[in-house]
């Protein structure tokens, strides 16, 4: 959060125009103007929240994203094309200097969330009714709220700031708030959210991707996860799985392409929305994860996961799509890139190989998705077996959640998963957190989901065992880096510190630097 960088964006807010018949996210900066002379009709408070948008959906942002929730865990290695500073991030050697720590971008979003907050009650239009704003500040709460998410799960204390930057007289140098205060925050903003945000925008090309209910709701869920509140995790679980909007996409429909390839799918609930006549394309995928000029991205898969049965039953004949869906066929390096998102579609020929095709990076930009059906489903059976109220019941109920995405991804197979072979909470723990895995890979969540098990733990020693799998040459060291909690974390970059000497950098790294 550096201090000239805050005031200037908003002493001067890029303003956009929305023409009626313009995509609600398809916007353009159109100039500057000074704020108190900006606010004066709804189209206004609409043009700021598109920004808001297109701040969240900016190249920067992904890249975090990812880097953040997968290049950590064991999802990933590196390949050939791989940065010095990816390279460290793989190999745990994470520095304050590294550009993956800095957090302005999403303070950058928050600020122009702050902003709406805070002038768009004041708009005086016949037209704009009470219901519409508060609509519109449900949406740009909800954003705000999931910018804030990552920021405690990246960085634990951060702060914690709940008002635009409006003069050069405010103080910019605002210390760490709790984890706990921030999260506490976050619940009662979307709870008010819950009650204002439209249930639907209907099939409206132009509102696609917008925060209705079911996002709110989503976000919610995730935190209460994340907070131990397994009885509320479930409920708002429900409350989106209940949602007749959404539904599950059946095995013998591609289910995957569908997904990932053609955008917006019934499965979908808040993805971010690339298109070309937005001038919106989400390079960052086409860097990470391959492309049609370069299938091998920067990231590839560890060999535990694509060629033995650790992850996916490798057998002869792969039952699970999603191994042949997400993970392309081995390269002639050796390498097996990552298909998932920059793939457009993959069949099966007539002897059994899979024939992959890429969208064009050139044209058709992947969307990102930040919640789906099935990764709300797997929250509520992690919920169930943590919770576990009358033990067999909600051991179960788990295992008939696990139980219908596994067979969704896997058609041929005809028994179900038994309760008899799960005979202890850590064994259906350990089978919600692998098929989380299965399902989500390379979707942001996976190094969440380790920090989610560490932390119940109350140390590392799990999320270590699973983490080193990736990478036999540097495993003793990233084993050494991860035995302290705090070093699951990441460190407050180094230009953070400088602009407010009221921040304090994780312990973990301080002392690191000293080794």
Do not use: H
């Not at 609409?46 to 290049?71: M, Q």
């Not at 059946?250 to 569908?258: G, R």
């Not at 003793?476 to 009221?502: C, F, G, Q, T």
Request: aromatic share 12%.
């Amino acid at each position: 959060m550096k201090t000239n960088y805050i005031k200037i964006i908003t002493l001067a807010i890029t303003v956009i125009t929305l023409a009626a018949c313009s995509n609600y996210l398809e916007v353009k900066p159109q100039g500057q103007v000074v704020l108190g002379d900006y606010w004066k009709s709804e189209s206004d408070v609409d043009a700021v929240i598109a920004t808001c948008y297109r701040e969240l959906l900016s190249s920067g942002n992904i890249a975090k994203f990812i880097v953040w929730g997968e290049v950590r865990s064991d999802n990933m290695t590196n390949s050939f094309n791989i940065s010095e500073e990816q390279r460290k991030v793989l190999d745990g050697n994470i520095l304050p200097t590294n550009s993956y720590t800095s957090w302005s971008s999403l303070y950058t979003l928050i600020n122009y969330c702050n902003t709406v907050l805070y002038y768009a009650p004041m708009v005086i239009d016949p037209n704009f009714t009470v219901a519409e704003l508060n609509a519109k500040q449900a949406e740009v709460l909800t954003l705000r709220a999931l910018a804030y998410f990552y920021l405690v799960r990246v960085y634990k204390d951060v702060p914690l700031v709940l008002e635009p930057s409006l003069s050069d007289q405010q103080d910019y140098n605002i210390p760490q708030s709790s984890e706990k205060a921030v999260l506490d925050q976050l619940e009662a903003d979307l709870l008010k959210a819950e009650g204002w945000a439209m249930s639907s925008y209907g099939r409206k090309e132009y509102n696609k991707g917008r925060v209705t209910k079911a996002v709110v709701r989503a976000l919610l869920a995730d935190i209460y996860l994340w907070r131990n509140n397994y009885e509320q995790c479930i409920t708002y679980c429900d409350k989106i799985i209940q949602d007749p909007v959404l539904e599950l996409i059946k095995a013998d429909d591609q289910p995957f392409s569908k997904i990932f390839g053609l955008k917006n799918s019934t499965e979908s609930i808040f993805e971010l929305q690339y298109t070309l006549s937005s001038n919106t394309f989400n390079y960052t995928i086409f860097s990470f994860y391959g492309s049609d000029n370069n299938p091998r991205g920067n990231f590839t898969v560890p060999l535990f996961i694509a060629n033995d049965n650790t992850v996916f039953v490798n057998t002869p004949e792969i039952t699970d799509v999603r191994r042949k869906d997400y993970i392309k066929t081995k390269d002639a390096s050796g390498f097996y890139p990552i298909f998932k998102y920059t793939g457009k579609s993959r069949f099966e020929n007539s002897i059994g190989n899979s024939e992959y095709y890429y969208r064009s990076s050139q044209t058709d930009s992947p969307n990102w998705i930040f919640y789906r059906l099935t990764d709300i489903m797997l929250m509520k059976a992690e919920a169930l077996v943590q919770l576990s109220r009358t033990n067999t019941d909600d051991q179960k109920k788990a295992l008939d959640i696990v139980n219908t995405v596994y067979l969704r991804s896997n058609p041929t197979i005809i028994d179900s998963l038994s309760i008899s072979n799960y005979q202890t909470k850590k064994e259906l723990e350990e089978l919600v957190l692998v098929e989380r895995q299965r399902e989500l890979m390379f979707e942001g969540k996976r190094w969440f989901d380790l920090m989610r098990m560490a932390r119940r733990d109350g140390k590392t020693d799990r999320l270590i065992k699973l983490v080193i799998r990736k990478s036999e040459e540097n495993s003793s060291v990233l084993s050494s880096k991860l035995k302290d909690m705090n070093a699951l974390y990441w460190p407050i970059s180094e230009s953070e510190l400088k602009a407010n000497p009221r921040l304090k950098q994780n312990p973990f790294y301080e002392t690191d630097l000293l080794k």
